[in-house]
């Protein structure tokens, strides 16, 4: 309808939001194989085996989320971290709360370190053409600023699951150095050294599966997993709506009206209730159609936002699946609770600090 509408809007918007979503595939196509070489579980399995009290092993577990997230994307995290976590905490006898609770906010929260952590920034970024490394300039103390009160957030909530000590049974998992681990290491390359990656990390991510069903034998299987990890309904839904939003904000001048009038609070504030009522990939296409005046304020409502609620961003649906399948038991209302306590503080925290760094 979009197309038919207004088609030159909606071509500009289609090339804004299509790296995007490239590159987050490809990302997941790495974290497939990454977990096949079983980086991912021998990572929480080293932590429940190492940590002495839950308290540590809560700080090894933000750790983790927020490097996997940096690196291969919060859809990522969320996705193979959630059921080693789940794991982590099984073995040790301990309850699954914190850790479950906090791979899904700090996967949200964590996600501004480097534009391939959320599409969002790639959306965003679309005007700015940054190279990751300078994107990490910017963003890098508001980041670890948002990250750490959302993890203090989950942690003070949960303290009481975290005062314990237990020795854990299970036998330590034992990684692959091979394909998975060489594939993290090129693409994390290439989002920090390239302006635009998403075709360079696709490539990666679709060699690496190829190699590795090579390697199996069984290309029939890689592809279901890699469908299945995909989504590609989903994913396909949510672009679809992206370049609809983004042509929306292209022929109205209403967000860019809007945005224009606010500072870096009410920016941040617009682009995180924004993300709620319509997913923040939508949001973002359709708040950056137009270049904002606080691109990087934009980010922040953007990303931490969608700790909210549930229809904030896909890492919740993924999350959910990905905690179902491990036998977890997630619950929505619990983690919108603690939601409504991080995010206005974390928000608060990374858009101080962006501001005293002199960059909105």
């Given at each position: 309808m979009a197309v038919l509408l207004a088609?030159?809007?909606?071509?500009?918007?289609?090339?804004?939001?299509?790296?995007?979503?490239?590159?987050?595939?490809?990302?997941?196509?790495?974290?497939?194989?990454?977990?096949?070489?079983?980086?991912?579980?021998?990572?929480?399995?080293?932590?429940?085996?190492?940590?002495?009290?839950?308290?540590?092993l809560y700080l090894g577990t933000v750790l983790l989320v927020v490097t996997v997230t940096t690196l291969l994307n919060l859809d990522t995290s969320v996705t193979f971290l959630t059921p080693v976590l789940v794991y982590a905490a099984r073995s040790r006898g301990e309850g699954e709360a914190p850790l479950l609770y906090a791979c899904l906010l700090l996967?949200?929260?964590?996600?501004?370190?480097?534009?391939?952590?959320?599409?969002?920034?790639?959306?965003?970024l679309g005007h700015l053409h940054l190279s990751g490394g300078t994107f990490f300039a910017h963003m890098a103390l508001p980041a670890l600023a948002a990250a750490t009160v959302t993890a203090l957030i989950v942690g003070v909530v949960h303290r009481a699951a975290l005062r314990t000590t237990a020795v854990p049974t299970a036998r330590p998992e034992r990684p692959v150095l091979g394909v998975g681990l060489v594939a993290v290491v090129v693409v994390t390359v290439l989002v920090v050294a390239l302006p635009a990656p998403a075709l360079p990390v696709a490539a990666v991510g679709l060699a690496a599966v190829a190699l590795r069903s090579w390697r199996s034998g069984t290309p029939g299987s890689s592809a279901r997993s890699a469908a299945r990890i995909l989504g590609v309904p989903v994913l396909v839904g949510l672009f679809g709506l992206a370049v609809a939003l983004g042509t929306?904000?292209?022929?109205?001048?209403?967000?860019?009206?809007?945005?224009?009038?606010?500072?870096?609070?009410?920016?941040?504030?617009?682009?995180?209730?924004?993300?709620?009522l319509v997913n923040n990939l939508p949001a973002a296409s359709l708040l950056a159609a137009r270049q904002p005046p606080h691109p990087f304020a934009l980010l922040i409502g953007l990303n931490v936002g969608p700790n909210l609620f549930v229809t904030g961003s896909l890492a919740w649906i993924l999350w959910l699946r990905s905690a179902r399948s491990a036998g977890g038991h997630p619950d929505v209302r619990r983690a919108s609770m603690l939601g409504v306590l991080s995010v206005p503080l974390a928000i608060a925290a990374a858009v101080g600090?962006?501001?005293?760094s002199g960059a909105s």
């Open positions: 088609p030159h809007q909606a071509r500009a918007a289609a090339a804004q939001d299509w790296p995007p979503f490239v590159l987050v595939t490809g990302l997941l196509l790495v974290g497939l194989v990454a977990d096949g070489d079983r980086l991912f579980a021998a990572g929480g399995h080293t932590l429940a085996r190492l940590a002495p009290s839950g308290v540590l996967s949200n929260a964590g996600s501004l370190l480097l534009p391939g952590s959320n599409l969002t920034n790639l959306i965003v929306l904000g292209r022929s109205w001048s209403g967000p860019a009206t809007l945005l224009s009038h606010l500072d870096a609070w009410g920016t941040a504030a617009v682009a995180a209730l924004t993300s709620v600090v962006l501001l005293l």
